[in-house]
């Protein structure tokens, strides 16, 4: 079992940038694939960004495409969540995940972080 621990969430204005860590502790942590979820408000928690073990693949869910770029750095056991051109629609709890993988069009997690919440402000 990974334990992850998500910071860097906040208040930003529409247009603004906010960059999320995750830090990983308890198993090695380049041998998982990590990646990001978000759950808004009333919704179902949903795909954001995939990274695999050597961080030279990565994923991501079209409403972010070209606006998040995830990366890690397995000598620091983190990974990260740059978030650019924010919009309202992406005020959300973010949730740092381990060992993701793919069934079909969906993607899911083996281990969680607690969140953090992330609000856009218009």
């Known amino acids: 079992q990974v334990q992850l621990v998500e910071s860097g969430g906040g208040l930003v204005q529409a247009g603004g940038s906010v960059r999320l860590s995750c830090a990983a502790s308890g198993r090695t942590f380049s041998s998982a694939h990590m990646g990001w979820f978000l759950q808004a408000p009333g919704k179902e928690r949903e795909f954001v960004a995939a990274?695999?073990?050597?961080?030279?693949?990565?994923y991501y869910a079209d409403s972010v495409k070209g606006r998040f770029t995830v990366s890690r750095d397995n000598a620091k056991n983190t990974v990260y969540l740059q978030m650019n051109s924010l919009k309202p629609e992406d005020t959300a709890v973010y949730y740092c995940?381990?060992?993701?993988?793919?069934?079909?069009?969906?993607?899911?997690?083996?281990?969680w972080g607690q969140g953090t919440q992330v609000t856009v402000s218009s």
């Open positions: 990274i695999s073990r050597t961080g030279h693949t990565t």
């Open positions: 995940a381990a060992d993701l993988y793919r069934g079909g069009s969906s993607w899911y997690a083996g281990s």
